[in-house]
Structures are given as C-alpha cells and as structure tokens.
C-alpha cells in the first residue's frame, strides 16, 4: 500500500517546518501525531508552530544539481523509499526518491530502518545496468566504497565500511545499503539502491539492538548529501562491470573498519570467528579461520566480543 499524506497535510507541515503557524484543528493534530512532531508543537492564540524550523530536503536544488535524465521525487512522508520505486514498471528509466519518513522503511533481512521525521537521509536510486543479474555480486560493495568516499570527502574521515553494506564509525552503524535487482530483457538488469543515513539523530540500542551514531547535526545538509549521492550512485550503475571488482576489492580493504581484526559471522544458528582477510572479486567476505580460508557471501558481522 502506498502511504502519503493528502495536499493538504503537505501543504501544513511544510508550512510548519518552514516556522509558519497554522490553525490548531484537529486534521493539524492528527498529521502532527503521525508523524511524530506532536511533542515538538507550541501552541498560542494565533495557532500552531513548531519550537524549532525543520529544514527539509530542497527538491528544487536537487533537481538542478543532478542529472537532467533522472526524474526526482521528493516525499513528506512515504511506506519506504525503495517500495516506492519497485512498484514502477520494470525499465531503465532513472529515478531517485527521497522521503523526509518512512512509515515501513526497510534494512537488511526484513529489518525495520528506524528514523524521525525531517532528521535523517531516506535516499532510493533506480536505474539500468547492461549486465545480467547474475554478474551483480559486487555492486553492493562498489557503492559503500563510493558512498564511504563522498562522507570522507565532506570532512567525515572516521566513516568506513563494515561487510557487507554497513556504512560505520569506530563507535557505532551509521547508515545502510539495501539492493533489489529486476532481470530486464536482453540480459540487462533494472537496480533500486536504497540508503539509509543518520544525519542528525540515531535510534537507541533498544530500537535497532546495536550501537548507532549519527554525523552529527548542521555539519552538512541533507540537501547536499542527496545531491552527492545520486551523483555517486547514478555513476556506478553507468561505469560497473565484473572486471572492476579488482581496484575496489583495494578500496574496500582500506575504508574497512574491521580489516586484519578477528570478527565473528553468523550465519543463521552458525558462528564463525576468524582473521577479516577483506573480500574476494564477487564481494564475498574472506576469513582466515584457523589457517583455513573461508569465504562468505551473506551473514552478519561483527567485531568479536563487540556489540557493532
């Protein structure tokens, strides 16, 4: 089911973010609590208003900034971003979508995405590949590099990567890459990359059971984190191939985090504890387990004895 808000609930909460006030009625209380705000609301003789402005993505400026060729959608409050553009009819058409909330935003392995209102980065990029699905094992890895790399070049320098897509600090998760693949006719493939960025606020341990982190608030705007990555992830989709994975099997040792640490993999009821040795060309994690090399291509990890 797609969920959105009517014209004019848009209409009201962009005028509060924007530190209007509006008419205090009880459609304004009923949007405030949906998403959340109620306890962020003053209220007066004139009305409502919001203690503090929310500045919310600039659609306009992402428009300009990225590629005419990619449609933009930006939405108030939507069921997940990634959703949003699966349910599209199968092409190579490029499309990104931003939601400011996520009423069923989606992680890793059915896992719920956790983020308030106007706070966070709730990005999805689709577009085409030449490449069957099956020469695709790597791309996830390509994009966390490329998208470790924008943070690192915006001044965030701690950011790095945690197999297989978790974007990390030393001290807690960051973000997330979600990838959903569609075979297209002629052996091309239709890709829908999700991320999920905390820009300025992070859900306790006992929403997401790990330790999360956030960039940190008025550092960089969510605005500009779209805009580069859009840019970032609408290039790897143009330029990836199999033959790649050699310079970002590279890159990933160095933005990973965990490399040459011992770390433990689950995998269902199976824990593994073994050397991280970094990932082979199809993005599969490498471990040294003993003097035995073992590869693995799905799993969570962590460092051992560490609850990241």
Known sequence: MFLALTVNQNKLITNLCDGQTVPDSKDAWQTLDLLGLSAQVVTSKGGLHLAKKIKLVDAEQVRVAISAEVAFEHHLLIDSTNNALMSKPRSKNRVACVAEMQGAGRGRRGRAWVSPFGQNLALSFMGGIDLAMSQLEGLSVAIGVELVEVLRN???????????????????????????????????????????????????????????????????????????????????????????????????????????????????????????????????????????????????????????
């Open 154 to 308: 915006l001044g965030f320098r701690d950011v790095g990567v945690k197999w297989p897509n978790d974007l990390i600090t030393k001290t807690g998760k960051l973000g997330g890459i979600l990838i959903e693949l569609d075979q297209l006719p002629g052996g091309s493939s239709r890709v829908c990359v999700g991320v999920g960025l905390n820009v300025a606020a992070a859900p306790n341990f006992q929403e997401i059971d790990q330790v999360a982190v956030a960039l940190g608030s008025g550092l960089v705007s969510r605005t500009e984190l779209v805009i580069r990555f859009v840019g970032a992830i609408d290039t790897v989709l143009s330029r990836f191939s199999p033959v790649m994975m050699s310079q970002y099997q590279a890159r990933w040792g160095a933005l990973d985090l965990y490399y040459g640490q011992s770390v433990r993999v689950l995998q269902g009821d199976e824990s593994v504890t073994g050397r991280n040795e970094g990932i082979d060309m199809s993005g599969c994690l490498v471990l040294d387990v003993e003097g035995d090399r073992r590869t693995f291509s799905a799993g969570e990890v962590s460092l051992r004895g560490s609850e990241l």
